[in-house]
């Protein structure tokens, strides 16, 4: 277990917001996962009798604990020299005493999916795990497939729009090539103990860093939760210190420097190789090694050695995270169709920002622009149909509520999977105009590049959904262009010809790799 693990019982901002909303103090007993942090954490007590697999775990309610106001020079082993001078001095807020009488529990089900042609998707039980909360272990009651049962201190979310995730429906697979595509999503999709390694890993981590910085949050984002996650998806780590935005060349990059030191020195015997990567947005990335090794071993789960990437205060990553979500459970062909186009641009060796080609985000983007800009649209565009549920200024413990509110989307579109991924290699291969317009999911159309620099001299234009930047500006060599260029239209050409998802990507080392 991490060190000083204990429940801090802070809300995600400072008290201000208390007194805006009734939020935090009129909570309905259905609420779903949200940022909440006074709720006690349950942690049982084991009895571990003589006989041989007769254990006994009774829960137990461990009191909130109420942290004094600290300085970083409380704080040992990590340095505190270059503190940031804008959090130093900072008069620290009274905490308000918030009744503890809601708690989380995790919903799980089934693994098995159900065949059912074009039918609306049920949120997995992913959708359970949203934002950060204090998890707790109950008694080890395995799943019927073998997966432990970690229960977090969610409640059982009543929502009659996407009921039991036990129901969720995958498109009817009619020709060969739909149901490769099916099977390589079957295999490699992110399960629900994918998820619960990362989620424990985020709740230890938010423990330690709220020692130095008391009311921080950090949220688990991107393909972890958004619905396109595979089983060996990064953890993606968003650390919000506070309401306002963090100069990313500066400020950011001095509290990641405070993180960096905490992994290095006091959880170095559970972090592994923590880096700080000065980029636009800068990171640091680290790998779990032991995540929590004595309860994943109680539990019967093997370590993780997760890789994580963690930033500070990239609230967008948390607002797009929610709103690529709802685009993959409006419609069951959505999420196969990105996996797969995600396996193979990895595959051809397309698919890293960092040597000059495209990254994930960008080819999620594009196959959800193609579903939108078909005759008979598969996808809507969600920011213009419900503008209120994903309103920019919307405050963060609110913006996990917009997929509840959206309802699936009937689409006239009968394509099966496999004319849809041959549709998207061609419509990138021969249709869509790169040098004259971008790829924008939030008009749900190409439209002109805008003359900005931000859009000057670039080969690959996708607009970021929410702040409008380019999310593909990493490929700025033509070399590089071209060559994706290629990849796209030799691609159309075999699946064209062959129908075959091997001849684009070999599926035995596609599976194997997960």
Same mark, same amino acid.
């Given at each position: ?14 008290? %201000? ?12 007993? &259905? ?65 308000? $005493? ?19 042609? &074009? ?23 395995? !799943? ?8 977090? #201190?969610?409640? +059982? ?7 039991? +995730? ?21 295999? /490699? ?11 424990? /890993? ?35 780590? #968003? ?51 032991? =995540? ?10 093997? @370590? ?16 797009? *995270? ?34 000059? *080609? =495209? ?17 008979? +649209? ?6 213009? @149909?419900?503008?209120? #549920? ?6 963060? !413990?609110?913006? !996990? ?9 009937? $689409? ?17 291969? *021969? ?26 001299? %670039?080969?690959? /234009? ?13 490929? !700025? ?25 091997? /001849? ?8 194997? %790799?997960?």
């Amino acid at each position: 277990m991490f060190p000083n693990s204990s429940n801090l019982g802070r809300p995600p901002f400072p008290p %201000k917001y208390q007194q805006q909303s009734t939020f935090f103090t009129k909570l309905p007993l &259905n609420i779903p996962p949200s940022l909440l942090s006074h709720q006690p954490v349950i942690v049982p007590p084991i009895h571990f009798r003589t006989a041989v697999g007769n254990i006994e775990a009774t829960p137990a309610v461990t009191p909130v604990v109420t942290l004094q106001p600290v300085t970083y020079r409380s704080v040992s082993p990590v340095s505190t020299s270059d503190a940031l001078t804008s959090f130093q001095g900072r008069k620290r807020q009274s905490q308000q $005493s918030i009744p503890d009488d809601a708690k989380r529990q995790r919903i799980h089900s089934h693994d098995s999916d159900t065949t059912v042609v &074009n039918q609306a998707v049920p949120l997995p039980e992913e959708r359970r795990r949203s934002f950060p909360s204090p998890i707790s272990i109950q008694s080890p009651v395995l !799943h019927a497939h073998g997966s432990p049962a970690l229960i977090g #201190c969610v409640p +059982p979310l009543q929502d009659n729009l996407f009921p039991d +995730p036990a129901g969720t429906r995958l498109p009817v697979a009619k020709d060969e090539l739909s149901q490769q595509i099916l099977e390589l999503f079957q295999v /490699c999709r992110q399960q629900a103990s994918d998820l619960d390694r990362k989620e424990l /890993c985020r709740t230890e981590l938010q423990r330690e860093i709220q020692l130095i910085f008391p009311q921080s949050r950090l949220f688990l984002v991107g393909s972890s939760l958004n619905g396109f996650g595979t089983r060996t998806s990064d953890g993606d780590l #968003c650390l919000v210190v506070k309401e306002e935005p963090v100069n990313q060349k500066t400020e950011a990059r001095r509290i990641l420097s405070l993180v960096q030191k905490l992994f290095s020195t006091k959880l170095s015997s559970y972090i592994e190789r923590p880096q700080l990567i000065r980029a636009k947005v800068p990171i640091v990335k680290f790998r779990d090694k032991k =995540l929590n090794t004595m309860m994943l071993n109680f539990f019967f789960l093997p @370590n993780s050695n997760v890789d994580f990437d963690l930033n500070v205060n990239n609230v967008i990553g948390i607002r797009n *995270t929610f709103l690529l979500r709802t685009y993959a459970f409006i419609e069951n062909r959505v999420r196969p169709l990105v996996l797969v186009v995600k396996k193979w641009a990895s595959f051809r060796e397309i698919n890293d920002a960092s040597r000059g *080609t =495209l990254n994930s985000y960008s080819l999620v983007l594009m196959v959800l622009h193609y579903l939108q800009t078909l005759p008979e +649209p598969i996808l809507p565009s969600l920011q213009k @149909n419900y503008p209120e #549920c994903f309103d920019p200024a919307m405050q963060l !413990h609110l913006v !996990h509520q917009a997929p509840r509110t959206i309802p699936p989307y009937i $689409s006239k579109n009968g394509s099966s999977l496999g004319d849809l991924l041959i549709g998207f290699f061609k419509y990138y291969a *021969t249709e869509f105009d790169w040098s004259h317009q971008m790829i924008s999911v939030r008009e749900a159309k190409a439209i002109a590049r805008p003359d900005g620099i931000e859009w000057r001299n %670039k080969f690959i /234009c996708v607009e970021e959904p929410f702040d409008g930047t380019n999310t593909a500006r990493a490929v !700025h060599e033509k070399q590089k262009f071209d060559m994706i260029r290629v990849e796209f239209a030799q691609a159309w050409r075999l699946l064209r010809d062959k129908k075959d998802l091997n /001849c684009i990507l070999p599926l035995k080392a596609a599976k194997q %790799k997960r």
